[in-house]
């Protein structure tokens, strides 16, 4: 095996953050070995004035980290599993996850909670699926599109520019961060994208050397929650621009699936839970994402299309 194993990511704080907790991990496993990181610029950093649901193709955050497995340059690529389509590049795979941190979404401001800020107020988020939840959940909020690292986003909230920001809990709680937070914010009101809270590491499908070396870094009820997630977005038709949520959780050998369907004109959001085997997580994630095109999501997906 070749030296030293070169990891790719992002180059924003909290990716290299990411993948230096991959490499720690790695590295207490095979301390013979030796390894690195190296920094990619993706197309959703270069373009970070167009809002990510305008942004064209799929995978604006992870297309080039992929492009560089590929040629050789990097040996394998460490993402939050979010930002991963489901349908990944011939010869690449997903090899393993890491456990997840808390999935929710969590609010920064300078003290105030979501429900004590006056109408008007204007909160910050890139996110279709967390602007559909939060008008949904505070009406006469003021919701400003926002792009960026998250440092510059909590730059934002402290400069008084917004009222405040939602975020993923799991990004502040790797960036140690944790006492930024004043809210966690309710999963029955705010659902979490796929795979929130998960880091991701993708191979080249054929590298047994790299997939032997990862392997013990994959967490088992993570695995098998995560494949239900993505099994329901891509059974909705994954990479559509409909803002769509998931959270697979574990009690026992049962697996539960929430999911979330809205529609991208912020008029409407589905909701609905399946229940099924944990050692079937794919049926479960297909049976969820069929109950909620029955129950009308499949209309907020065509309407996402067509924008």
Same mark, same amino acid.
């Given at each position: 095996?070749?030296?030293?194993?070169?990891?790719?990511?992002?180059?924003?704080?909290?990716?290299?953050?990411?993948?230096?907790?991959?490499?720690?991990?790695?590295?207490?496993?095979?301390?013979?070995?030796?390894?690195?990181?190296?920094?990619?610029?993706?197309?959703?950093?270069?373009?970070?004035?167009?809002?990510?649901?305008?942004?064209?193709?799929?995978?604006?955050?992870?297309?080039?980290?992929?492009?560089?497995?590929?040629?050789?340059? #990097?040996?394998?690529?460490?993402?939050? @599993?979010?930002?991963?389509?489901?349908?990944?590049?011939?010869?690449?795979?997903?090899?393993?996850?890491?456990?997840?941190?808390?999935?929710?979404?969590?609010?920064?401001?300078?003290?105030?909670?979501?429900?004590?800020?006056?109408?008007?107020?204007? #909160?910050?988020?890139?996110?279709?699926?967390?602007? =559909?939840?939060?008008?949904?959940?505070?009406?006469?909020?003021?919701?400003?599109? $926002?792009?960026?690292?998250?440092?510059?986003?909590?730059?934002?909230?402290?400069?008084?520019?917004?009222?405040? =920001?939602?975020?993923?809990?799991?990004?502040?709680?790797? @960036?140690?961060?944790?006492?930024? $937070?004043?809210?966690?914010?309710?999963?029955?009101?705010?659902?979490?994208?796929?795979?929130?809270? =998960?880091?991701?590491?993708?191979?080249?499908?054929?590298?047994?050397?790299?997939?032997?070396?990862?392997?013990?870094?994959?967490?088992?009820?993570?695995?098998?929650?995560?494949?239900?997630?993505?099994?329901?977005?891509?059974? @909705?038709?994954?990479?559509?621009?409909?803002?769509?949520?998931?959270?697979?959780?574990?009690?026992?050998?049962?697996?539960?699936?929430?999911?979330?369907?809205?529609?991208?004109?912020?008029?409407?959001?589905?909701?609905?839970?399946?229940?099924?085997?944990?050692?079937?997580?794919?049926?479960?994630?297909?049976?969820?994402?069929?109950?909620?095109?029955?129950?009308?999501?499949?209309?907020?997906?065509?309407?996402?299309?067509?924008?």
């Amino acid at each position: 095996m070749r030296q030293p194993i070169i990891i790719g990511s992002r180059g924003s704080r909290l990716a290299l953050t990411q993948a230096e907790s991959v490499l720690a991990s790695l590295k207490e496993a095979n301390p013979g070995l030796e390894f690195s990181v190296t920094r990619i610029i993706t197309e959703g950093d270069r373009h970070r004035n167009i809002p990510l649901n305008r942004m064209p193709g799929r995978g604006v955050f992870v297309k080039e980290v992929e492009e560089a497995l590929l040629d050789g340059r #990097i040996d394998l690529a460490v993402h939050s @599993l979010k930002d991963l389509p489901t349908q990944i590049p011939h010869r690449l795979s997903l090899a393993a996850v890491t456990m997840r941190l808390d999935p929710r979404d969590a609010f920064v401001s300078q003290g105030r909670k979501l429900g004590e800020l006056a109408p008007g107020s204007i #909160i910050g988020t890139g996110s279709l699926r967390r602007t =559909v939840q939060l008008l949904a959940y505070r009406p006469g909020l003021e919701v400003r599109g $926002i792009r960026g690292n998250i440092d510059t986003r909590l730059r934002k909230v402290f400069s008084a520019e917004l009222d405040g =920001v939602i975020v993923a809990a799991a990004a502040m709680l790797r @960036l140690g961060w944790k006492e930024r $937070i004043i809210e966690y914010l309710p999963l029955e009101n705010f659902l979490p994208a796929v795979g929130q809270g =998960v880091l991701a590491i993708e191979i080249r499908s054929e590298d047994k050397e790299i997939a032997k070396l990862v392997r013990p870094l994959n967490h088992e009820p993570t695995w098998r929650s995560i494949v239900a997630e993505r099994t329901f977005l891509h059974a @909705l038709g994954g990479g559509c621009r409909a803002p769509i949520a998931a959270l697979a959780t574990i009690s026992g050998d049962t697996l539960m699936l929430q999911g979330m369907v809205a529609s991208a004109s912020e008029d409407g959001i589905l909701r609905a839970t399946a229940e099924g085997s944990l050692i079937a997580p794919q049926a479960l994630g297909t049976r969820l994402a069929q109950r909620m095109l029955e129950m009308g999501a499949s209309q907020f997906i065509t309407e996402a299309r067509q924008q």
